[in-house]
């Protein structure tokens, strides 16, 4: 199946800093979502961007897919930042003609004051 | 997400306990999804449900079983289980996929997550 490899695995910011974070896969996909999953678990709904640049406040993505990868950027890292990001990529059809979603392995930042 | 809601929020049981894990969303989505997720790691797909029919089962144990009684919910009736099935088990809907093909490629929304913990 698909491999969906992030970068870094783990990341420390100082509040007000700024970061990137990297989704590899390795098939074509046909989309792609960005997700945090803060410390109670809740998975946010980040970006849904198969291709292009999107930003939201702080936020920004873009997905190369000729390429196999999406960058996210954190800009101003505020302390609620904190969690997991994680990237989730629907791959090509498999048997049964289904489109499975395969989340990456995740980069766990840390924002302290 | 918000628009997911589970319940419980919190589950322990025994071995021997049977109980169900709930989900219900109200978007008019046709597609729901089972994952399983163990403390550091990323969430694993057990199931998909598309138009109220099971359209996936990954290889997931006899012990989840899970239902869909109509468009809005999902259930995940849960028997016999073990302590390694502890786990934060989430739920997500999408707009749906095609009856007949795969037809659009929409967002999962997600639901905040049963932890559940087997004595």
């Known amino acids: 199946g698909i491999q969906v490899e992030q970068s870094p695995p783990d990341l420390i910011l100082q509040e007000g800093a700024n970061s990137t974070l990297r989704c590899n896969f390795s098939?074509?996909?046909?989309?792609l979502q960005w997700f945090h999953q803060n410390p109670w678990g809740q998975l946010i709904n980040l970006f849904y961007?198969?291709?292009g640049t999107k930003q939201n406040g702080r936020l920004s993505a873009t997905t190369v897919a000729t390429e196999r990868y999406s960058l996210l950027y954190i800009s101003s890292s505020q302390t609620t930042d904190s969690g997991v990001y994680f990237c989730?990529?629907?791959?090509?059809?498999?048997?049964?003609?289904?489109?499975?979603?395969?989340f990456g392995t995740g980069t766990k930042l840390q924002v302290i004051p | 997400d918000t628009e997911v809601t589970q319940t419980p929020k919190h589950l322990v049981m025994g071995m021997t306990n049977k109980k169900s894990l709930k989900c219900e969303q109200h978007?008019?989505?046709?597609?729901m999804y089972w994952y399983k997720q163990k403390a550091k790691k990323p969430p694993e797909l057990m199931f998909v449900?598309?138009?109220?029919?099971?359209?996936i089962n990954e290889s997931v144990p006899s012990r989840f079983s899970p239902e869909c009684p109509n468009s809005s919910l999902l259930n995940l009736h849960l028997h016999a289980l073990q302590p390694e099935d502890s786990a934060l088990y989430l739920c997500?809907?999408?707009?749906?996929?095609?009856?007949?093909?795969?037809?659009?490629?929409?967002?999962?929304?997600f639901g905040d997550g049963t932890r559940l913990s087997i004595l």
């Open positions: 997500a809907s999408s707009q749906g996929l095609g009856r007949e093909r795969i037809e659009g490629n929409q967002p999962q929304h």
């Open positions: 098939d074509s996909v046909n989309n």
């Open positions: 961007i198969p291709s």
């Open positions: 989730a990529v629907l791959g090509p059809l498999g048997s049964g003609g289904y489109q499975k979603v395969t």
């Open positions: 978007m008019g989505h046709r597609a």
């Open positions: 449900y598309s138009y109220e029919k099971l359209s």
